[in-house]
Every structure is written in structure tokens, then in C-alpha cells.
């Protein structure tokens, strides 16, 4: 029998209609004569399924069905597709774990570590990553640009301390830039994190552990004519992904042992991506992305594609280790 599944996609992040997309990739690759797919789109407190004569229906998040003619359909398995929150942040998973509806992500906990940038450096202190110096913020902290600059120098990023967007993320130049843009952080997050830029080749891998194997996809180079990997960058054509990246053995050696490190010490499931800046042959940690995007110019599918994956394979191995309830 055909295993039900509600691919979940949206959201309420900046990034949601970017999310769709990933999904209509999604709803093309997975194999039809092993999954019923219903997409169910989350937005703004909905949670609708539209049928393809265009008539939509809400899934009751009572008992995590659709009446569809008459019929009630129990959907038994969730493949999430939502930057942000509340798919990246934990608010989901905490729902699905309470109706005991697998899912293909991280878990609850994890998902909320990762989600805070701050919390997710804390959580991997001791499994020898280098990071970037920060100062961490709240609504009412007082900021003096001389005492930041002063510790971590420019340039700086301010960036949103939790969110699944590159919203509301500034490269600092200048005093006169600082404030401004921790107001603009602000605007994305409760809390806003200031942190050393650290100059080098960004690049990210992608990485899995399905059916006892370890997954660690081919390393991406994102080479930006903006400032860094922002909206534009990866989503308007601002930038260049190379895979496999350019890479020396060492440095792919010392990148795959870290990007696996993370995934381990964090209790990552599914597949997941995580992002460094290699300088002068270092790998720099800089966060983990729980949820990557999947639309046909996103960084998973090509990494996928330049292993020899298909990404039907890919869901399948994804869905086939995440189908266990969750505890």
C-alpha cells in the first residue's frame, strides 16, 4: 500500500514562496507508485490542500486528515519544506511528535538549537570547529559601535540571531553602519547576533546518514557578486555555485570531517546542510541549515546530481530513515 504523505511547504518566514518551489520540484520526483503526495501549503494560520480541479480543503490538524469527496484520508508521514519558521524553528516537529507523525527533518530539540544561532555555536563548543568571535543581543541591550568594533573589528555581520532567511543580515563597513543595521536585524528576530567576518571562500556541504551509511555530498563553492551569500545571491542569480568545489585534499578532508562532526553532535536526521568559510586553508563554521532548499537551482540538488543521486533516491533514502515515529 501506497504510503501517505503531506509534503509540507510555505510557511510565515520571508522565504515562504521560495519554499513552494522547492516543493513543486519535490511533488515531480517522488516516485507515484510508492507515495500518494498531498501538499498541504502553511500560511498565515492556514494549512490548505488545493485538489487538482483547484478546490481546496484545510487539513484538520485534529487527527492530521483531509476529506476529500467524502472520503477521510489520514495522512501517516511529513515531508517538511519550510525555511523558517515554523518548519525550521521546532514549532512543527513539537506538533508532529505530539500526533506521533514521523517527519523527515531534524527533531524538535534539535531544530530549536539550530534555529538560534548563538544557542547552535554554544551546543558544538568542544567538537573542535573554528568559529567566529560574536556578541550576542537582546531588545534591551545597549550598544556601543566603539566597544563592538573595538572587540571584533571590521568588517563585522550583524545578522538575526533566529531566522531561516538571509533577511535582515548586514555587512558592517563602517561605525556609522553598526546601528542601523542591528535595527534591521532586529526587524527579523528577538535577538541579533554580532560576529567577526572571517575573509575567505564560502562553501557549503551537504550531508546525511541513512540506513547506517554516511552521506557527504560533493563540497560547494558560492562565489557572490554581493557582498556575501544574501536573498539576491541565492535566489536573484547574484551568484556562482561551483561543484565540486576547487578544493585541495586537505581542505575537503578537514570540511567532510567537521561537516559529519556537526551533524553527529547536533542529532541531525534527514539530510542537511552546513556552511564554512575556508581561510588560508581553515574551516570556519557558520551555521547548519535544517531544512535546505530543493528547488531546481538549489545547492542540495546539485550536489546530489554531481554524486550521481537522483533526487527520487534522494527522497527515498530521506523518507525511508525518517518513517519511524518520532519519540
Same mark, same amino acid.
Given at each position: 500500500m501506497k504510503k501517505k504523505i503531506a509534503l509540507i511547504a510555505g510557511g510565515d518566514s520571508s522565504e515562504w514562496k521560495i519554499a513552494l518551489e522547492g516543493a513543486a520540484l519535490i511533488e515531480q520526483v517522488l516516485d507515484t507508485d510508492k507515495y500518494d503526495v498531498y501538499k498541504i501549503v502553511l500560511h498565515d494560520g492556514r494549512w490548505t490542500y488545493t485538489a487538482p480541479d483547484g478546490a481546496t480543503t484545510e487539513l484538520d490538524r485534529n487527527d492530521f486528515t483531509l476529506t476529500l469527496g467524502g472520503r477521510r484520508i489520514r495522512l501517516e508521514y511529513a515531508l517538511i519544506l519550510i525555511h523558517g519558521t515554523p518548519g525550521e524553528d521546532g514549532r512543527l516537529q513539537g506538533y508532529l511528535d505530539m500526533m506521533r507523525i514521523p517527519y523527515s527533518s531534524c527533531g524538535f530539540?534539535? /531544530?530549536?538549537?539550530?534555529? !538560534?544561532? &548563538?544557542?547552535?555555536?554554544?551546543? +558544538?563548543?568542544?567538537?573542535?570547529?573554528?568559529? #567566529?568571535?560574536?556578541?550576542?543581543?537582546?531588545?534591551? /541591550?545597549?550598544?556601543?559601535? !566603539?566597544? &563592538?568594533?573595538?572587540?571584533?573589528? +571590521?568588517?563585522?555581520?550583524?545578522?538575526?540571531? #533566529?531566522?531561516?532567511?538571509?533577511?535582515?543580515?548586514?555587512?558592517?563597513k563602517t561605525r556609522e553602519q553598526l546601528l542601523p543595521a542591528v535595527e534591521a536585524a532586529f526587524a527579523e528576530s528577538d535577538h541579533v547576533l554580532m560576529e567577526e567576518c572571517i575573509d575567505g571562500r564560502e562553501i557549503s556541504c551537504g550531508v546525511m546518514i541513512a540506513g547506517g551509511k554516511e552521506y557527504l555530498f560533493p563540497i560547494t563553492e558560492l562565489v557572490c557578486q554581493s557582498e556575501f551569500f544574501d536573498y539576491k545571491a541565492k535566489y536573484?542569480?547574484?551568484?556562482?555555485?561551483?561543484?565540486?568545489?576547487?578544493?585541495?585534499?586537505?581542505?575537503?578532508?578537514?570540511?567532510?570531517?567537521?561537516?559529519?562532526?556537526?551533524?553527529?553532535?547536533?542529532?541531525?536526521?534527514?539530510?542537511?546542510?552546513?556552511?564554512?568559510?575556508?581561510?588560508?586553508?581553515?574551516?570556519?563554521?557558520?551555521?547548519?541549515?535544517?531544512?535546505?532548499?530543493?528547488?531546481?537551482?538549489?545547492?542540495?540538488?546539485?550536489?546530489?546530481?554531481?554524486?550521481?543521486?537522483?533526487?527520487?533516491?534522494?527522497?527515498?533514502?530521506?523518507i525511508e530513515e525518517t518513517s519511524q515515529a518520532q519519540p
Open positions: 530539540v534539535t /531544530s530549536v538549537i539550530t534555529f !538560534d544561532k &548563538a544557542a547552535c555555536k554554544r551546543a +558544538l563548543h568542544g567538537a573542535g570547529l573554528n568559529m #567566529a568571535r560574536e556578541i550576542l543581543l537582546d531588545r534591551h /541591550s545597549q550598544v556601543d559601535p !566603539d566597544e &563592538a568594533i573595538g572587540r571584533l573589528g +571590521l568588517p563585522l555581520f550583524v545578522k538575526p540571531n #533566529a531566522s531561516g532567511s538571509s533577511f535582515g543580515v548586514t555587512k558592517v536573484q542569480g547574484f551568484s556562482k555555485e561551483i561543484t565540486p568545489a576547487d578544493l585541495d585534499e586537505r581542505t575537503v578532508k578537514k570540511v567532510n570531517a567537521m561537516t559529519l562532526a556537526t551533524y553527529k553532535k547536533l542529532n541531525c536526521r534527514g539530510v542537511v546542510r552546513i556552511d564554512f568559510i575556508v581561510r588560508d586553508g581553515e574551516p570556519y563554521f557558520i551555521e547548519v541549515n535544517t531544512i535546505p532548499g530543493m528547488s531546481a537551482h538549489s545547492i542540495i540538488p546539485q550536489q546530489a546530481a554531481a554524486m550521481g543521486m537522483s533526487m527520487s533516491e534522494l527522497f527515498d533514502l530521506i
